[in-house]
């Protein structure tokens, strides 16, 4: 992780979040680097002229969100310039895109405290091996039977991630094509219901993903927030980079258009103290190469740790992840594909445990 000032403003700042150095710093394994070369088209960001915005779908941009401005393109080219340029790396193979074959684990559940890597040899049809993590915990359930789980949980965690499958088209274009590339998507009432407000405390902080949909976020701030008994904190946004640390493709003045970013929103309880949290403020967006496996967001915990309020003498956060794909240490987590990205072929890693 590095934390990179504002040139204007010392009490600014973005965050350099390196999604493989942080998982392979909390593993004993290590992602193979070949899920993170990402070679774009050289393209200068732009936002669109006033013509072709004309052009493109209406939107009521007073109600949007994450909507742009030229002086976001100025923040975000300025933080850029501050990040230091990798250096030339050699060409690699592409990789066997195991993660695109059918994830079909019954429904189960386990936890390593053993102190080191555990493999499990799954009980599917491909017998493939998935790498357990130490001091982590998972259900491989779905995340609408929460509360049949709830009494083997903590009563609440310090922080709570969720990325919910939200319902949009690409997913629905990825169905049609291959089923076992698409996830169950839910609705807005489906997440409504997830008993976030019975997992948290008033020192929690809960963090959720979210498209560049306006119609989610307005619901994520309208509908879910209160619902779940949160008061929204903040909201930035994470800029996805190439190899050369180059944004993927352009800023479009069209936020309904795909962007190289997508938001995260921050909260915490209604009844935490007014200020709660107010530090985190100064963290103005996030930036990180991202895995070529989609949806595979990168971890958290390294930046939001020191803003977790824990309790005297706890060594340790307890944290939550719903809606998982892979297991991460202090981390419960819960979700259908929870072993899905922990496949033993996505690792380099020796044979003894």
Known sequence: MLVLPKKTDSTRHAVFLDHRKLINEAYEFQLKSE???????????????????SRKRKRNAGKDPSSLSLEDLKVVNGY???????????????????WEEAYTLPQLHGANESGRVQRFQGKDKSSRVYLIPNRSQFFNHNVDNMPALLHQLLPAYDLIVLDPPWRNRYIRRLKRAKQELGYSMLSNDQLSHIPIS?????????????????????ALEKQLLPSWHLRLLHRLRWYKLSTDHELIGPLLADTTQKQPYEMLYLACRSDAPENYGKDILKTELLLSVPSIVHSHKPPLLAWLREYLQLEENQADPNCLELFARFLHPHFTSIGLEVLKLMDERLYDVGQED
């Open 35 to 53: 899920l993170f070369k990402f070679h774009v088209k050289k393209a200068h960001p732009h936002l669109e002229s006033d013509d072709a915005r």
């Open 80 to 98: 850029l310039e501050l990040l230091p340029k990798p250096l030339n790396q050699a060409e690699t193979p592409s990789i066997e895109r195991h």
């Open 198 to 218: 019975r997992l948290t405390h008033p020192r929690s902080l809960v963090a959720i993903w979210c498209t560049n949909s306006t119609l989610h976020q307005v």
